[in-house]
């Protein structure tokens, strides 16, 4: 078989039409498809209760960024409307 002629094995992509393209035993995944995977991953390790560290840490993450964007956000807001009332 050609280098050419490989083919993903979960969505048919041929390699050129993908940017990674990564052999296993008897099957081939393309980028897109481990990205794919990955997002599944992901999503069952938040159903079903965190099997990893990893997981756990890039699901808390973003909240506690957010929860410092509202404060800070919502705080900026407070001195930009006590500035507009002070000023009129
Ligand atoms: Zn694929």
């Known amino acids: 078989m050609a ?3 490989l083919e993903c094995s979960f969505c048919g992509r041929k390699k ?3 940017d990674l393209l990564i052999a296993g035993l008897d099957a081939h ?3 897109k498809c481990i990205e794919q ?3 599944i991953v992901l999503e069952e390790s938040k ?3 965190a099997k990893e560290l990893l997981s756990d840490l890039m699901l808390s993450k973003p909240k506690v960024i957010k929860a ?3 404060e800070y956000i919502i705080g900026q807001e407070a001195t930009k409307k006590s500035n507009v009332c002070g000023g009129l």
């Open 16 to 18: 050129p039409e993908t």
């Open 37 to 39: 995977a990955h997002g």
């Open 29 to 31: 995944i393309c980028d």
């Open 3 to 5: 280098k050419d002629d």
């Open 47 to 49: 159903q079903g209760g």
């Open 68 to 70: 410092f964007l509202d």
